[in-house]
């Protein structure tokens, strides 16, 4: 076994604290540099949109399905859109099989928070037949391979997913109550904003890394994700406890977060536009 792989074996957090110390991380990285990102869209030809994601070694896969529903009765003008995580054991050791751990969970809610906040679509949008039928849009998400930063992936699979989704046709004979469903699926989204998340594992008051690796994660005190729309202007704050950060400290993340908006949008311009 070569050298650095006994020290990482036996002194791992050594290891780690080593490669901090002298602003780099093991696998290459600047503290505050991101993994390159691959984008694919209409990887599932079943799904009424779709999308395969890489950050680095972590790869999510995203599908959304439309079916026509009933509205609420406090909004008969709103359809829904509902984003589902899931971690199985097959993407890694740490997942177990069963009901959905914290973290799909969060993860969930998070993405909810996100699309509504930002206004990605319009759920009026959505609507068909007010009071009576509106599109309800599932996205699923699933990983296929963990090592860390899975809210910055599966929120960049949900968006690509949405701008690839098309629906099918959809007539209402009003006389006879009927509704009718195309079989083809023609028909695009409009989709309002693309958010783009940046998460920072937090590893000291004065040590931030950005897009962390599972390894990143396990040695950090706790995670920030900054959520920013196109003109980098802050959309939504997550931060499931942990470490607190400075305000000059969290500004500073803000606005690296805000700087890669534009480089993550020209990715998803171009793997939906090759896929179509």
């Known amino acids: 076994m070569a050298t650095q792989e006994v020290w990482k074996t036996f002194e791992p957090d050594n290891y780690y604290r080593t490669y901090l110390d002298i602003g780099k991380r093991p696998d290459g990285r600047e503290l505050l540099g991101f993994r390159p990102i691959t984008v694919k869209a209409g990887t599932v030809t079943t799904a009424e949109g779709s999308s395969t994601v890489r950050r680095g070694h972590t790869m ?33 050791r740490k997942f177990i099989s069963g009901a959905p751990g914290m973290l799909a969970m969060d993860i969930s809610v998070f993405l909810q928070r996100v699309l509504s906040s930002a206004g990605v679509i319009d ?22 391979n963990y090592d860390g930063n899975m809210y910055d992936a599966a929120l960049l ?18 006389e006879n109550d009927k509704a009718t469903v195309g079989l083809e699926r023609t028909i695009p989204l409009c989709v309002k904003s693309r958010p783009v998340s940046s998460t920072f594992t937090l590893y000291s008051d004065t040590v931030q890394l950005a897009d962390p690796t599972e390894e990143d994660e396990r ?3 706790g995670e920030i994700t900054a959520v920013t729309r196109e003109d980098r202007s802050l959309c939504y704050l997550h931060k499931p406890g942990g470490r607190s950060l400075p ?21 998803i311009t171009q793997a939906v536009a090759e896929a179509e």
């Open 60 to 92: 999510v896969i995203c599908g959304i399905k439309a079916e026509v529903a009933t509205p609420t009765l406090s909004n008969p003008e709103h359809g829904f859109f509902a984003p589902n995580v899931e971690l199985h054991p097959c993407c890694s």
């Open 123 to 144: 759920v009026a949008d959505l609507c068909l037949v007010p009071n009576k039928y509106v599109w309800c849009l599932y996205c699923d998400v699933v990983c296929l």
């Open 157 to 174: 699979a949900v968006i690509t997913a949405l701008q690839n989704v098309r629906l099918p046709a959809f007539t209402y004979d009003e």
């Open 219 to 221: 040695y950090g005190s």
């Open 247 to 267: 305000s000059d400290t969290l500004d500073s993340l803000v606005a690296l977060a805000g700087s890669r908006v534009e480089v993550v949008n020209q990715i």
